[in-house]
């Protein structure tokens, strides 16, 4: 089973400020990755997929970069909306499976 | 408008079977995988297994292998998941997600049913 590493578990970051997530595989993944926002109360949304598309409505201040075994989720300048908790997210195609990271709680600072 | 509407919470008894259904509407409920995924409080996302309404195949994650069932209703677009042998650790939000826009992924979601277990 691959399992992803999400680093930092938090971030305390002010807005306006740019964040950087990362998402670490134990084996390749190729670019089959994805990056969800979940806030409280609310089921997660889909921002990014294979590894750096972003999904339809998506900010273009959300950007996501990597393959193989190492992916960034980065923001450029944090709205106050952005806080929130970031999973990633992989497919694989043998053991069909999918797996999610332990996520990435950003917070206001 | 695409939809995924799930059933209310659940309360159940330690060694009990829970069955969440996951109604779709706006559109073809045959065409795209249909995910359910468990949140414990306060802990991440947990993937738990697909079924491919077209055929009813299934794929499950090992760690709840034998213990979920994952199936489809196409009379009537509806996916239930099946949970048994409960204990206090299932306590948790299920979520049924979908592919709508992007096939491999999940980026329709349904609001979450709470269950709860406890003697």
């Known amino acids: 089973e691959i399992v992803l590493t999400q680093s930092p578990a938090t971030l305390s970051l002010s807005p306006g400020e740019r964040a950087t997530l990362s998402c670490r595989a134990s084996q390749s993944v190729s670019s089959y990755l994805a990056w969800y926002q979940q806030k409280p109360g609310q089921a997660p949304r889909l921002l990014i997929y294979d590894a750096s598309n972003r999904a339809t409505g998506i900010p273009a201040r959300f950007s996501g970069s990597g393959s193989g075994t190492d992916f960034t989720l980065t923001i450029s300048s944090l709205e106050p909306e952005d806080f929130a908790v970031y999973y990633c997210?992989?497919?694989?195609?043998?053991?069909?499976?999918?797996?999610f990271g332990q996520g990435t709680k950003l917070e206001i600072k | 408008e695409v939809q995924l509407v799930q059933s209310g919470a659940e309360v159940k008894k330690p060694g009990a079977t829970v069955k969440i259904s996951c109604k779709v509407s706006?559109?073809?409920?045959?065409?795209?995988?249909m995910h359910w995924v468990q949140q414990a409080p306060g802990k991440g996302l947990e993937w738990m297994g697909l079924?491919?309404?077209?055929?009813?195949?299934?794929i499950y994650a090992e760690k709840f292998q034998g213990r979920v069932t994952i199936t489809a209703d196409t009379s009537t677009d509806t996916a239930y998941m099946e949970l048994s042998s409960l204990r206090s650790e299932d306590t948790a939000v299920y979520y049924c997600a979908t592919g709508y826009y992007y096939y491999y992924y999940m980026d329709v979601w349904g609001k979450g049913t709470t269950v709860t277990v406890s003697s």
């Open positions: 706006g559109y073809t409920f045959t065409d795209y995988y």
């Open positions: 079924v491919d309404p077209e055929d009813g195949e299934t």
């Open positions: 997210q992989q497919r694989s195609n043998w053991p069909p499976a999918y797996t």
